[in-house]
């Protein structure tokens, strides 16, 4: 079955300082890796996907993530965190072929002190 | 500019009086879906499309109907909604193989 365990619930981190999302997949087939964040009260914006190639992928924002097969696993980093950066992440996973039926994640919500 | 329109952004509405939201796409995508969003659970699918009269259940159908004659329109449809229905609804498109792109938002609470 597919599933998509992002296990931090909420995260704290001072501005200027590294961060780092887990997120964990279980899917059937080779999946499609996408992250996703939602300010408050807004809508959900693209960060990056992972379709196939490199498994280190950059996105908007200064937001990069790592695939690791072995691990069932998609990380998202950032090497310096701004104060807009706080909101909600979702990691989700999808089939290859395209279909619309992503899988998303229960999210974690990011507190940035400043 | 291509994007997702959903209407009403806002509703509220009382237990069992039949409402549709409409979610309306300007890029020819064949892929739509809906999505609801509650505290602490994330997205979940409630149905999906992947072409003009092709629909699919997704996660969480029960209480809600979808209809595809259109290519550009995916409207859901609560028949009789109840409190527990109370969420917050996406719609999304995407090409095959694409990403999505989301509406912005539809604010449902069902009294």
């Known amino acids: 079955a597919q599933s998509v365990t992002q296990p931090d619930i909420h995260i704290t981190v001072s501005e200027g300082a590294s961060l780092e999302l887990r997120c964990n997949y279980s899917?059937?087939?080779?999946?499609?890796l996408f992250w996703y964040v939602q300010s408050p009260g807004q809508g959900l914006q693209l960060l990056l996907k992972?379709?196939?190639?490199?498994?280190l992928v950059q996105g908007i924002k200064g937001f990069e993530a790592e695939f690791k097969r072995s691990q069932s696993s998609f990380n998202l980093r950032k090497p310096s965190v701004h104060w807009s950066d706080a909101a909600e992440y979702f990691c989700?996973?999808?089939?290859?072929?395209?279909?619309?039926?992503?899988?998303f994640g229960t999210g974690t919500r990011l507190t940035v002190i400043p | 500019e291509a994007q997702v329109t959903q209407n009403p952004r806002y509703l509220i509405t009382v237990t069992g009086k039949k409402l549709t939201v409409t979610c309306s796409q300007n890029?020819?995508?064949?892929?739509m879906s809906w999505y609801r969003q509650d505290p602490g659970l994330g997205l979940r699918q409630i149905y999906y499309?992947?072409?003009?009269?092709?629909?699919d259940k997704g996660d969480v159908p029960e209480g809600y109907k979808v209809s595809r004659k259109e290519k550009r329109n995916f409207p859901l449809i609560l028949e009789s909604p109840s409190p527990n229905q109370t969420s917050l609804y996406f719609c999304?498109?995407?090409?095959?193989?694409?990403?999505?792109?989301f509406g912005p938002g539809t604010r449902l609470t069902v009294t």
């Open positions: 999304a498109s995407s090409s095959k193989g694409g990403r999505q792109y």
């Open positions: 899917y059937g087939a080779t999946p499609y």
């Open positions: 992972y379709f196939s190639g490199d498994t």
């Open positions: 989700a996973v999808g089939p290859q072929t395209g279909a619309n039926n992503l899988f």
């Open positions: 890029m020819n995508h064949e892929y």
């Open positions: 499309s992947m072409n003009v009269e092709v629909t």
